[in-house]
Structure formats: C-alpha cells, structure tokens
C-alpha cells in the first residue's frame, strides 16, 4: 500500500529528527515535513494519497493542533491524525476528532512507532473508499457510510447520514465502483442496501427517513436482489 506520513511540528530540529526516525523505520513511506498548518492544508487539498498525519497540539503562534486536524478532515476525511504533545494534560482534548491516537513526546520512542503500525491497519480498512470532487474540494468517501445517491440532472448527490454532498462525478460511473450492496432502483437513485429499513414493493424506506420510489422498469430487479440480500444478511450473522 502507498501512502504518506506527514508531520506537522514547529520546532525545525525536532521534526526534522522525527522525518529520520519516520525514514528508518517506514521506508515504503513518502514522508513529508510542514512547519504551520496553512502548507499543510494547501498540501492535502491538491494532492490525493492515503495518509496519516502527525501534528503537534501547540504549533507556532498558537495555531490549535486539533483545529488544524478538524480541518484536514474535512478536506481529506478518512485521513488518520497522530497527536503530539508534551503536555499530558491535552491528551482527552484530541478525541473531539475521528481516527486519531494520541502520543506523550518524550515517550516517543516507545510509543510512536505502535501507533503508527496501528493507523496503518486503519488505512488498510479504509482502503476501499472512493474519491470525488465537489465544486471547492476533493474529498474521499468511505461507500458503507453512503446511503444512496441521486441524480439531479448533471450532478450527483451523495447522500449520508446528517450530510448530502453535490459531486460531480457521473452518476452512471460512480454507481459501477459500489459494492455489491448498491442497487439500481429508479433512473434517478442508486440505493445501498445496508441503509435499507423497509421494503414495500414500490418505495425503500431508509433509515434516515426518506422514502426512495422503485420504478416500474426495476421493481422485478429489486426485489429479486433484496431476497438475496437477506438471505445473505442471515448467512454471515451464523
């Protein structure tokens, strides 16, 4: 798996230190160094990879390590963070952001390394998702937090949960690289099964609410795959 490291620490000599120590021990690791966030930022925006982020709690002029880590999130949200701190104190502060590991500096030498091996296998996790592009940003998205996708007229809707994104991708292009679990079921929705709270021959009830139509063209296709569906739900809870 390709991926980067990147740390994100004011203190030249330390994160330089810390880019040897990374080199050493990852060598299938990109590694790159930042010294404030606004780099950082410009960075992950422009440049799609799988990557684990190392950022200090307290940078340089009193930019907010965690602030920072909700930023790239957003950009970038199945990116991991790695805390820094040689302040103990801050430690329950970082979970306020999904994904991350918190670690004290001084026990870097013992700590470090089990945590990035840890959000390694996290990457491997999230090694399924998809990339898209809103009108502002590129962002990457985990399929299994989809509940379906509409299409309104040139743009497609990603709908999740307490979220909708407007993507440009095409709507027919996206559907074929879902798993296994989404299913045509109009011209204008592709619905992920897992998301389904009902089935009622014409409509699929979700379970954020919303009641999506099965057209008349689908319904057979529907219902066959919604059996199968279940019939494979009840295999794997054995």
Known sequence: ??????????????????????????????????????????????????????????????????????????????????????????????????????????????????????????????????????????????PNAIFYLERIKRYTLVHMEGQTLKIKEDFEALSQVLPMSFHRSHRAFVVNFDHVSSYMVRDLKMRDGALLSVSRSYQRSIKEAFHQYLIESRELEK
């Not at 990147?6 to 990374?22: A, G, N, T, Y």
Request: hydrophobic content about 45%.
């Open 1 to 142: 798996m390709k991926f980067e490291i990147i740390v994100c620490e004011d203190d030249r000599s330390f994160r330089q230190d810390l880019i040897q120590w990374i080199e050493c021990r990852f060598p299938s690791a990109s590694v790159l160094g930042f010294l404030d966030g606004e780099d950082l930022l410009e960075h992950v925006r422009f440049h799609e990879k799988r990557r684990i982020v190392i950022v200090d709690i307290v940078l340089a002029k009193g930019e907010d390590g965690i602030v920072l880590a909700k930023a790239i999130k957003k950009i970038d949200p199945l990116c991991v963070i790695i805390f820094m701190s040689s302040f103990l104190e801050k430690a329950c502060d970082v979970y306020e952001v999904e994904h991350c590991y918190f670690v004290y500096k001084p026990q870097k030498e013992a700590r470090l390394e089990p945590a990035i091996l840890k959000e390694i296998g996290l990457l491997n996790e999230l090694s399924s998702s998809i990339v898209v592009h809103t009108n502002s940003s590129i962002v990457r998205l985990d």
